[in-house]
């Protein structure tokens, strides 16, 4: 059974930092590409960031280049969401996903698990 378990969120002030984790298992991690996704309320699930298998590999929405930075720990089949210079625009509940493939993909659909996710809340 697999389970994508995501920690580390709360509430920071805008420009704070916050960095997530997601515990992932019942799965080959080194063989799953890693993804993050958000959803605000009332609004649609977005892409956030991707990783390869190897973390040799990875991309990011516009709206998060050069604050956010994902990588992963194979050894620890953990995934982690590095957040700095947090917007309030940035508040959403962050959800992990994995894929089965080595082909990174932004799509929502193309991806097989994901976790609960975990609130982040930016106060202005």
């Known amino acids: 059974q697999v389970q994508l378990v995501e920690s580390g969120g709360g509430l920071v002030q805008a420009g704070g930092s916050l960095r997530l984790s997601c515990a992932a298992s019942?799965?080959?991690?080194?063989?799953?590409?890693m993804a993050w996704f958000r959803q605000a309320p009332g609004k649609e699930r977005e892409f956030v960031a991707t990783?390869?298998?190897?973390?040799?590999?990875?991309y990011y929405a516009d709206s998060v280049k050069g604050r956010f930075t994902i990588s992963r720990d194979n050894a620890k089949n953990t995934l982690y969401l590095q957040m700095n210079s947090l917007k309030p625009e940035d508040a959403a509940v962050y959800i992990c996903?994995?894929?089965?493939?080595?082909?990174?993909?932004?799509?929502?659909?193309?991806?097989?698990?994901w976790g609960q996710g975990t609130q982040v809340t930016v106060s202005s």
């Open positions: 996903a994995a894929r089965a493939s080595a082909v990174q993909t932004t799509i929502e659909r193309e991806y097989d698990y």
């Open positions: 019942g799965l080959t991690f080194s063989t799953y590409t």
């Open positions: 990783i390869s298998w190897s973390g040799g590999n990875r």
